[in-house]
Structures are given as C-alpha cells and as structure tokens.
C-alpha cells in the first residue's frame, strides 16, 4: 500500500487561500494519477482535482473549477492544491490518494492518511 502524508491545512476567511501538500512516503510517484478528495462534517467523501504524473494533465470537480489548481514537484516528489476564493463550503478535510477513473469516477487506490483540515469561517 503507497502512504500519503497530507498538510498545510488551516483556518481561513472566506476569499482567501491556502496550498496543501501532499508527499508520498517510501515510493516515487512516477506513473501513478494523484488526486485530492475531501469529506465535509456529515458528507461522504467526494474528489476535488487529480494530475497525471506523466504528462501533468489536469481534472477538476465542477465545484472547484477556476478556483483549485493542482500541481506536481518532480523532484520533491510532493503534490500540491492551490486553493484560492475559498468559501465557507469548502471546510473539509481534504485527503490525497492514488486514482483509478473508472467510467468518469475517480476513486482513491490505497490507504487514506490522516489529511488536514481545512476550515473557511469569518
């Protein structure tokens, strides 16, 4: 099973940003998808945003379209969530994980970490 150690969660206004990371621990990302989920208080988990390590192509949920950006670091073998315009509906924790599409789905591979919590409160 492939471990990702997600961070750089916290407590933000409506509007403002923040960037998660996400770092794989003990294997290199090379070849896999990588996507970020999240799961609000009461909701079941829902995908954000994923990045093919390969060719760096990119896919969003509508919900975030415009105002996420995933990235990659090659050489820090970490994965990022540019979170900008953050907005009271985006308090989750989010999760990073490993991704299959399967008829438009994308589902998390392995085990889900701990994640970091992401709050947006005035």
């Known amino acids: 099973q492939l471990q990702f150690v997600e961070s750089g969660g916290g407590l933000v206004k409506p509007g403002g940003s923040l960037r998660l990371s996400c770092a794989a621990s003990?294997?290199?990302?090379?070849?896999?998808?990588v996507g970020w989920f999240r799961q609000a208080p009461g909701k079941e988990r829902e995908f954000v945003a994923r990045?093919?390590?390969?060719?760096?192509?990119?896919y969003y949920a509508d919900s975030v379209k415009g105002r996420f950006t995933i990235s990659r670091d090659n050489a820090k073998n970490t994965v990022y969530l540019q979170m900008n315009s953050l907005k009271p509906e985006d308090t989750a924790v989010y999760y990073c994980n490993s991704v299959k599409v399967v008829g438009g789905e994308t589902y998390g591979m392995d085990d889900w970490g701990k994640g970091t919590l992401v709050t947006v409160s005035s």
């Open positions: 003990g294997f290199t990302l090379d070849g896999f998808t």
């Open positions: 990045i093919n390590w390969m060719d760096g192509s990119t």
